[in-house]
Nanobody, 116 residues
Framework: QVQLVESGGGLVQPGGSLRLSCVAPGFGLKYYNIGWFRQAPGEEREGLSC????????HYADSVKGRFTISRDNANNMVYLQMDSLLPEDTAVYYC?????????WGQGTQVTVSS
C-alpha cells in the first residue's frame, strides 16, 4: 500500500509564498506521474498541476498558472509545489496524488490558509 505524505502548509498573508512537499516513504515517486489538488470547504476537489515521470513535463490549471510551480527531486524522492503570490481564494486543503496503471493514491492533505 502506497502512503503519500504532504507537508508545508500553514497560514500565510496574501501575496506570500509556501512550498508544499509530497513524499512516499519507501516508494519510488520518480516512476509515476504526480498531481497536486486542493479542496476548499463546500467545494469539489480541484486539479492544480501535474508532472510527468517520463519527461518531467508539467501542466497547470488556469487558476494557478504563473503563480504555482510543480517540480520533482528524484534523488530525494520528493515532489514539490511552490506557491507564490498567494490569494485568499487559494485557501484549501492541498493533496498530492500518485497515479499507477491500476489505482490512484492520495495523501492526507495539508491545510493552506491565506489570510491577513
Amino acid at each position: 500500500q502506497v502512503q503519500l505524505v504532504e507537508s508545508g502548509g500553514g497560514l500565510v498573508q496574501p501575496g506570500g509564498s509556501l512550498r508544499l512537499s509530497c513524499v512516499a516513504p519507501g516508494f519510488g515517486l520518480k516512476y509515476y506521474n504526480i498531481g497536486w489538488f486542493r479542496q476548499a470547504p463546500g467545494e469539489e476537489r480541484e486539479g492544480l498541476s501535474c508532472i510527468s515521470s517520463v519527461d518531467g513535463s508539467t501542466h497547470y490549471a488556469d487558476s494557478v498558472k504563473g503563480r504555482f510551480t510543480i517540480s520533482r527531486d528524484n534523488a530525494n524522492n520528493m515532489v514539490y509545489l511552490q506557491m507564490d503570490s498567494l490569494l485568499p481564494e487559494d485557501t484549501a486543503v492541498y493533496y498530492c496524488k500518485l497515479t499507477t496503471r491500476v489505482s490512484d493514491y492520495w495523501g492526507q492533505g495539508t491545510q493552506v490558509t491565506v489570510s491577513s
